[in-house]
C-alpha cells in the first residue's frame, strides 16, 4: 500500500464519490503490510479475482434493470439483520491481525449469525449468551492448515477443501475452546472438543443478485470475497466505490444486509471496530467482484448450545 491520504481525499471530491477515507490502524501500517490483512486465494479452477470483478459489473446491468423496473417488490428495500425489531443477530466485529485468515472471518460470521437465527437467539436476548461464537482459529489452524493453507497465503471458502466444507465435515467448536491469537499458530482446541462441535449441515452458492437479496432478506447473511484496492484501506463512511489505487489482493467478508436506495451491501468487515463504520463498510453493487457470487449456509445437523 502506498497512497497519500490527501491526494485520495482530492480524487474522492474529484469523483464525486459516495464515500470518505481517512486514518485509520489500516493506513497507519507500512507499504505492503496491510496485504497481510486479506486472505482470499481463489480455489483451484476458480475465477480469477479478475474474472469475479467480471462478472460482478457484467451482472450489474442485469440488476440495475430489474431494481428500474421494480421487479424486486417481493422483498424489502433494504435489510439490517443488527436490527430486526430491535433485535440484533450479527456478533461483534473481531480482527483477524497481521494474518490472512479473513476466510475463517467471513465464514464464522456467517455461520454464526444463520445459527442465532435458526435458534431464534438474538446476541441482545436475555438469553444470548447461550448461543456461542465459533472458533476462526480452528477453522484457519486446522481446517485451512489441512490444506497447506497459511497466514501467509490465505484460502478460500467454496469447493471440497474450502472452509464451509471443513464446518460441515468436521463441525467448529466454540472460540473459548480455541480463541484467536494472529500468527501461525499448532491446532490445539480443547481437550472436550469432540462434546462443543455445532456442524452446519449444507450450503451453496448464489450467483445472482436478486437471489442473494432474497436470502438476506429471509435466511440471514452471506460470505463473500472480493478484490481489495489500496484505496479501500482507507474507507471511513458512505457507498465504497474503486476510485485510485494498488490492486492489493482478495479479501472474505460477510454481509449482513442491502439498501435499494444505496444500491449497496452493507458488509462486517475483521478488521476490528476502529476501521470504517465501526467495523462494518457499505460497498456498490457490482463493485470490486463484491457480488460474483456469495455463499449460503443452508442449515444445520447439530448446533451445540452453551450453559
Not at 507500512?30 to 486479506?38: E, Y
Not at 436475555?126 to 484460502?155: K, T
Not at 474503486?242 to 452493507?266: M, Q, R
Amino acid at each position: 500500500m502506498s497512497i497519500n491520504l490527501k491526494d485520495l481525499q482530492a480524487s474522492l471530491v474529484t469523483a464525486k464519490a459516495t464515500w470518505q477515507a481517512a486514518a485509520n490502524d489500516m493506513t497507519a501500517l507500512a507499504p505492503g503490510v496491510a496485504a497481510s490483512r486479506l486472505g482470499f486465494s481463489p480455489a483451484p479452477g476458480d475465477k480469477t479475482l479478475a474474472q469475479h470483478e467480471a462478472t460482478a459489473t457484467a451482472n450489474l446491468q442485469v440488476h440495475l434493470a430489474a431494481l428500474a423496473v421494480k421487479t424486486l417488490t417481493v422483498i424489502p428495500i433494504s435489510k439490517d439483520w443488527r436490527n430486526v425489531g430491535g433485535r440484533n443477530f450479527i456478533t461483534p466485529v473481531k480482527d483477524q491481525g497481521a494474518c490472512g485468515s479473513c476466510v475463517a472471518f467471513g465464514t464464522n460470521a456467517a455461520i454464526d449469525a444463520t445459527m442465532r437465527i435458526v435458534t431464534g437467539i438474538a446476541v441482545n436476548d436475555p438469553n444470548g449468551h447461550i448461543v456461542p461464537d465459533l472458533s476462526e482459529a480452528q477453522m484457519f489452524y486446522c481446517g485451512g492448515a489441512a490444506q497447506g493453507r497459511n497466514c501467509g497465503n490465505g484460502w478460500w471458502p467454496t469447493g471440497p477443501n474450502g472452509s464451509f466444507e471443513y464446518a460441515k465435515v468436521h463441525g467448529l467448536a466454540p472460540e473459548s475452546c480455541f480463541p484467536y491469537t494472529a500468527g501461525n499458530q499448532p491446532c490445539k482446541p480443547c481437550a472436550n472438543q469432540a462434546n462443543l462441535l455445532t456442524h452446519i449441515s449444507a450450503y451453496h452458492v448464489l450467483t445472482n443478485a436478486t437471489d442473494m437479496k432474497t436470502w438476506l432478506a429471509q435466511r440471514g447473511p452471506l460470505e463473500t470475497c472480493f478484490t481489495v484496492y489500496s484505496d479501500f484501506y482507507s474507507y471511513s463512511s458512505g457507498v465504497y466505490h474503486h476510485v485510485s489505487g494498488t490492486l492489493e489482493g482478495g479479501h472474505c467478508v460477510c454481509v449482513i444486509g442491502y439498501n435499494d436506495t444505496l444500491k449497496a451491501w452493507l458488509c462486517k468487515n475483521s478488521w476490528g471496530t476502529t476501521w470504517g463504520i465501526g467495523g462494518y463498510f457499505w460497498i456498490g453493487y457490482g463493485q470490486c467482484g463484491i457480488d460474483s457470487q456469495m455463499v449460503a449456509v443452508d442449515g444445520f445437523s447439530n448446533i451445540n448450545l452453551v450453559p
